[in-house]
Nanobody
Framework: QVQLVESGGGLVQAGDSLKLSCEAS????????MDWFRQAPGKEREFVAG????????YYADSAKGRFTISRDNVKSTVYLQMISLKPEETAIYYC????????????WGQGPQVAVSS
């Protein structure tokens, strides 16, 4: 059974940092991409950052550039999202999701930890 298990969410103050983890299991993810999304209350889900499992090509939404860093540990089958200088408007549920490289449909989703940023 393929699973994406996230951890690291919580309540922080504006300007604080937080690191999310997404551990993948159940299959080999070579040739897959891992992306992070977030969905704030009353808003649509939006892309945040992504990285390929096989290469080392991170990519970011404009809102994340300069403050968020995505990385991966292939030995642990885990992708991380380091976030700094968090803003209250970034309060959201953060999801990791995986798809095959070159395919737009996501095959696997995590459960989404809550990140709350207080002002």
């Amino acid at each position: 059974q393929v699973q994406l298990v996230e951890s690291g969410g919580g309540l922080v103050q504006a300007g604080d940092s937080l690191k999310l983890s997404c551990e993948a299991s159940g299959r080999t993810f070579s040739g897959y991409v891992m992306d992070w999304f977030r969905q704030a209350p009353g808003k649509e889900r939006e892309f945040v950052a992504g990285i390929t499992w096989s290469g080392n090509r991170p990519y970011y939404a404009d809102s994340a550039k300069g403050r968020f860093t995505i990385s991966r540990d292939n030995v642990k089958s885990t992708v991380y999202l380091q976030m700094i200088s968090l803003k209250p408007e970034e309060t959201a549920i953060y999801y990791c999701a995986s798809r095959r490289l070159g395919v737009s449909k996501y095959e696997y989703w995590g459960q989404g930890p809550q990140v709350a940023v207080s002002s």
